[in-house]
């Protein structure tokens, strides 16, 4: 691999460089070197520039025609983060400032480099809630989840990123930039420019900024694990929780195979005596201890054999046989993995199919589980080839099939790219097409994520 060459910002002059063959340009900050060499010993993308220099890296590009991956986290699974045909890489990972809490309106400014995770902190801090988690928080960053409009547990109630952003600030592809911070509840004035940038993964503008919404901090937490029979138990289950017990945060679900992996790896007895085909967590939240709220709402739903979890450590405990599938999958293979999400009333028809659908696509088995609430499935699955494409096609078609999506939470990416339209329809993503043309004619942003237009190298 050629040197690292370490240059200004002078980004026109990088692409003349890299003409002459050098292969990684570099700003002149050295830890901008650090945060990047790896990526690029893995990928050999082209590098130059980033951080707070992203509109003059755009200009540049647009004038040079050159296409770009913008990144935050890189913890996306769909491939979309780096670069896969010598495109330039912006890491947005140094637009890493925080900044005062608006306590009066639940509100904060943040760099779009900001992880989940120092979100979350700040948040608490000031005794606001940034009420969005998943398990990647300490890497994934502010613009990422933006961009991939991420969800997580808590979702059933606080929404996805999309509900979190009251507004943003981009770098379009001809290096303009689109600031709206105001964090008005109330501007209806033109097209929502910041709503369409949610969940369209870096093909449509750098996010740099986010004006992110906050909830009250509820202290007081519950959980619940119920052991069932089926998935339209649980669907039972949920509508009487929901209307039952209003502190509802999250509810999750696992399947008996989960969790047998789950305990093998982790090396811990079964807390549940008495095991079950299906198992609902679900947690509640408020400003005063929510039990005897879940208790009654769990005997008005007939439930008499839930494990309840009132202080932090027990809860910790049952949520990690949930967070544990990752690992504890990971462990027995290399699964294919698939997120995909079907309305609640399609739950238990997915779930007795796809095991049948997997096999006769030459995988072994699957392992399931996922969030109740908004019908999002993770999907496992073990004993097939990496390469083979047939178990994911048959899973996808399957959700298609239940009136879902091929994906609830890492986003269409390139991995699933060629889906999107029998997914959406032909009308749909013609729309869907126009809007990329118009707000980047030269297809220079993330080419071949999410729409399948790749562009000559
Ligand atoms: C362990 C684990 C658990 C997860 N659990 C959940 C879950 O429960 N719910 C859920 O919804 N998701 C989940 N995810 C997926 C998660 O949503 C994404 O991995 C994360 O949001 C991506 O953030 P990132 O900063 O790492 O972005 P990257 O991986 O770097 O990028 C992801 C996409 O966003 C684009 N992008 C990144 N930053 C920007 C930016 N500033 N401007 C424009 N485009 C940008 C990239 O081009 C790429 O297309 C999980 C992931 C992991 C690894």
């Known amino acids: 691999m050629a040197k690292c060459e370490v240059r200004g910002n002078d980004y026109d002059k990088s692409f003349e460089l890299i003409a002459a063959g050098a292969r990684h340009i570099f700003d002149s900050f050295e830890c901008a070197i650090q945060a990047i060499a790896p990526v690029c010993e893995h990928c050999k993308c082209r590098v130059i520039g980033h ?60 760099g779009a480099g900001v992880t989940l995770a120092a979100l979350q902190d700040a948040a ?10 998943f398990g990647a928080r300490d890497s994934c960053t502010v613009g990422g989840v933006v961009a991939c409009d991420a969800g997580g547990a808590r979702a059933l109630r606080h929404g996805t990123a999309r509900a979190h952003v009251a507004g943003l600030e981009a770098v379009l592809a001809d290096g303009s930039i689109v600031s709206r911070l105001a964090g008005l509840t109330k501007d209806n004035a033109g ?36 052991p ?27 399947l008996d195979e989960g969790l047998e992996l789950v305990l093998e790896h982790q090396q811990r007895e079964s807390p549940i005596k008495d095991r079950s085909p299906f198992y609902v967590l679900a947690e509640c939240a408020a400003q005063s201890d929510p039990t005897e709220e879940l208790a009654a709402a769990l005997e008005d739903a007939g439930i008499d054999d839930a494990l309840i979890a009132d202080d932090t450590a027990s809860r910790r405990g049952l949520w990690t046989l949930r967070e544990g599938h990752t690992d504890a999958i990971n462990a027995a293979g290399v699964p294919h993995k698939l997120d995909i999400g079907v309305p609640l009333r399609e739950l ?4 007795d199919a796809v095991p049948g659908a997997v096999e006769q696509a030459g995988a072994e088995r699957v392992i399931l589980f996922g969030h109740l609430g908004d019908g999002n499935v993770h999907v496992n699955v073990l004993g097939a080839d990496p390469d ?42 013609a729309a869907m097409r126009a809007i990329k043309r118009a707000l980047d004619p030269q297809n220079l942003l993330n080419p071949g994520a999410v729409l399948a237009v790749t562009r000559e190298p």
């Open 191 to 226: 097209y929502n420019l910041p709503q369409l940038l949610v969940g369209s993964e870096g093909t449509l503008g750098n996010i740099t900024r986010v004006r992110w919404k906050l909830a009250p901090l509820l202290a007081a937490r519950v959980a619940a694990l119920v």
């Open 228 to 254: 069932l029979q089926t998935a339209r138990e649980a669907a039972d289950l949920l509508r009487a929780l929901r209307a039952d017990a209003p502190s509802l945060e999250s509810c999750d679900f696992f």
């Open 348 to 351: 238990d028809r997915f779930i």
């Open 51 to 110: 951080g707070t220099e992203v509109a003059g890296v755009m200009a540049a590009c647009s004038r040079q025609g050159a296409a770009v991956v913008p990144q935050g986290g890189n913890t996306g699974l769909v491939g979309a983060s780096v670069p896969r045909n010598g495109e330039v890489l912006v890491s947005l990972r140094r637009l890493a400032a925080i900044g005062e809490v608006d306590e009066a309106i639940g509100q904060v400014t943040v």
């Open 124 to 133: 608490r801090a000031a005794g606001q809630d940034a009420a969005l988690d």
């Open 388 to 429: 083979d494409e047939r178990p994911d096609e048959a899973v996808l078609e399957l959700a298609i099939k239940c009136g879902g999506t091929i994906s609830a939470e890492h986003g269409v990416g390139v991995a699933k790219a060629a889906y999107l339209e029998r997914a959406r329809g032909p009308a749909e993503l």
